[in-house]
């Protein structure tokens, strides 16, 4: 007996897809499930300016194997130096669809990031005008503040006094890991929105941590309690528009990951849907899936849904999914999520 359903063709609305080599290997992973992906911009160097987000969708198009449909969502990188008219340009002619905020050495590739949040007010303002959404990296960087609570002192000494000085401006919590995250979004009802990977509906700080260090489960924000873990799956769940998927699939070689100062990242493009089809018939949700991956974004965004399907069947014995993809820079593990998954795309 088979158990199977469809959904819309879903979205991932937070991506790293990088470049060169490992572009190449890592977009065949995403665009085989995916219609369209919001593309992170912290390449080395970033993607700050509109001409520079321009040949970066031309190499991302360049490497889509043929017979492969894909739309990537372009983001400019937000640094202080941003120029406010060349990210309204970028919106207008429709190449990109948001910019990025990394408060600067929060995680993989922000050092040109925000220090001053001051100088990027005019950008800011901008964007609120335009209807330009902002996607945010809430964590804050002091040395004094816990790694655990990053998410939530971000929360109250930035975003929120971000959103208040800069009404209209519509922002996208990226990547929450905590109820601090969630509660902060259900009490907003406009304009703030949120992305949940699927690593951090599965894992939470113990799967780091107890019974050896296990760098494939390192990422930022890093996972944190269970209770948090708990408050992601029901956000996720629920049906509430304001929750949608991102991957936040950051793939980085073994070399990087599996190293005395292993790199942040889960790769999770190879086998998400099947992972979320396991974690909502879990949580006795399986008919929330479509909207959280193939609905709640679009209308965040303001785009029209995937017009195309995708199926996921339950098989009777769990799915063998590979547990690394070669690249060009070396092997790049994907995400286990240590159990047995018994759902796969069709
Ligand atoms: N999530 C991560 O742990 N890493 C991301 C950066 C990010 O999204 O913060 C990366 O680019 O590798
Ligand atoms: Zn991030
Ligand atoms: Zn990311």
Redesign the pocket.
């Known amino acids: 007996m088979s158990t199977s359903i469809t959904l819309t063709r879903p979205d991932d609305w ?1 991506l ?1 897809l990088r470049d060169g080599a490992m572009l190449s290997a890592v977009l065949p992973e995403t665009a085989r499930d995916f219609a369209r992906a919001i593309i ?1 911009p ?1 390449l080395v160097p970033p993607v700050v300016t509109g001409a520079q987000a321009a040949a970066y969708r031309d190499r991302i198009m360049a490497a889509l194997p043929e017979g492969m449909a894909f739309e990537p969502l372009m983001t400019l990188y937000l640094t202080e130096d941003t120029d406010p008219a060349d990210v309204a340009a970028a919106h207008a002619s429709g190449l990109i669809k948001a910019v990025k905020l990394y408060p600067a050495g ?4 922000s050092a040109s990031g925000v220090r001053d949040f001051d100088k990027v007010r005019g950008v800011l303002e901008k964007m609120a005008e335009i209807g330009l959404t902002l996607c945010v ?1 809430g964590e804050v960087t002091d040395n004094d503040i816990d790694i655990f609570d990053r998410e939530a002192v971000f929360i109250d000494r930035v975003l929120d006094p971000v959103r208040r000085a800069t009404p209209g401006l519509r922002v996208v919590m ?2 929450i890991t905590t109820r601090d995250g969630v509660e902060y979004v259900r009490a907003n009802d406009r304009d703030l929105g949120a992305t949940i990977t699927t690593h951090h509906l599965i894992i939470n700080r113990n799967h780091i941590l107890v019974g050896g260090i296990k760098p494939h489960y390192y ?2 924000p890093v996972a944190k309690r269970e209770e948090h873990r708990l408050a992601l799956r029901d956000a996720a769940t629920s049906g509430d528009e304001r929750f949608f998927l991102g991957t ?1 699939s ?1 793939p ?1 070689t073994d070399a990087n990951k599996e190293t005395a100062c292993g ?4 790769f999770t493009a190879t086998n998400t849907m099947p992972l979320l089809a396991h974690v909502f018939e879990e949580e006795g949700a399986l008919d929330k899936l479509e909207g959280f991956a193939s609905k709640h974004g679009p209308a965040f965004y303001r785009l029209a849904e995937n017009s195309d399907t995708l199926t996921l069947v339950k098989q009777n014995a769990p799915v063998a999914f590979p547990a690394k993809i070669d690249t060009a820079d070396g092997p790049v593990t994907v995400f286990d999520p240590g159990f047995p998954v018994f759902w796969k795309t069709a």
Do not use: I
């Open positions: 937070h790293h992170m912290n929060a995680t993989t590739n990296h990226e990547h990422c930022l936040d950051a980085h790199c942040a990242g889960c």
